[in-house]
């Protein structure tokens, strides 16, 4: 039986990368070795279709030796965590003692702006950075996905609630441009990747949306598929930061998706890529598809509408 191809973080909420990158590669008939953090219905989901699951901690060195023995193949996620680079250290000296052939590395764009004297606010970018190097480094036969910023979270996780209530899009991104991808279209990417990695070892892929456009122009998008005018409101970053900690959101994420707010302010996120195109074969979700397919998240109900 063939080595099976490894995926961390198999069971994730937002987003979902490493769910879908299990499900796509056990629909193509690969063995895959899903790692989770606990056991739970998500797993068993996993383990339904297929998966071979171990339970592991990427910050646990006797887990990650459990975890990646046997694996040739190994694609490496995590979530935003303030311990990211320390976890992604494990996983490489780990890798590089078994032997692994192929290394996919989750990381992001913002990462191609960076430089040794080059950073932006966000800790989350600066541990991104660093965990490249290291890998970089260690020798491993390493391949980086740099995406852009998800849909999943700023549009999905971070909208909802205005576009439902008062028909708005209210984010701090000023007139920046910017070109949100899909979760899946990241999945499908790895899943590529990881189905034939050897071709890719070395190169670094640049994952984005099909349109990089400013907020009003998204807003225009948001209407077309909600059918209904919704328009964008710029807010401030700092009483927009300030909600998401008495939301109880963790600091490292919340310092994190400020400087990305004020980055998409200064145009940093103005950038296109057709790396989802020549990897997939297939172009990337537009912000209309994938508020159309959410639609039900930016709608009110019938009952809310009542009360």
Not at 199 to 217: A, C, D, R, V
Request: charged share 20%; glycine share 8%.
């Amino acid at each position: 039986m063939a080595n099976p191809i490894l995926v961390t973080g198999a069971a994730g909420r937002v987003g979902a990368v490493g769910r879908t990158v299990t499900e796509l590669l056990l629909k193509q008939g690969k063995a895959v070795r899903a790692m989770v953090r606990t056991e739970d219905e998500r797993a068993q989901a996993l383990r339904g279709l297929g998966a071979e699951l171990v339970v592991g901690n990427l910050l646990d060195l006797d887990s990650v030796h459990r975890v990646i023995a046997g694996c040739e193949t190994m694609y490496f996620g995590l979530s935003v965590s303030d311990a990211y680079l320390a976890a992604t250290v494990n996983a490489a000296a780990v890798a590089k003692h078994h032997g692994v052939k192929a290394f996919i590395n989750m990381s992001q764009m913002t990462v191609s702006q960076m430089s040794i004297t080059e950073t932006t606010p966000s800790p989350q970018h600066r541990l991104h950075w660093l965990a490249e190097q290291a890998l970089n480094w260690s020798g491993l036969p390493v391949v980086h996905v740099r995406p852009t910023v998800f849909l999943e979270g700023f549009f999905l996780t971070l909208t909802p609630d205005s576009v439902r209530e008062s028909n708005q899009i209210r984010l701090p991104f000023g007139e920046g441009k910017t070109s949100p991808v899909a979760a899946e279209d990241v999945a499908r990417a790895i899943a590529a990747l990881l189905a034939n990695p050897q071709p890719h070892i070395g190169k670094i892929y640049h994952l984005t949306g099909p349109q990089s456009e400013n907020m009003p122009f998204f807003a225009q998008e948001y209407s077309k598929a909600l059918g209904r005018t919704i328009t964008f409101q710029d807010i401030p970053v700092e009483p927009w930061r300030d909600q998401l900690l008495k939301r109880g959101w963790p600091v490292h994420v919340v310092n994190h998706l400020a400087a990305m707010g004020d980055l998409h302010r200064a145009g940093r996120f103005d950038r296109l890529s057709n790396d989802v195109l020549t990897l997939t074969g297939q172009q990337s979700l537009s912000v209309q598809e994938f508020v159309r397919k959410n639609a039900a998240a930016f709608t009110a109900s019938a009952k809310a509408k009542e009360a």
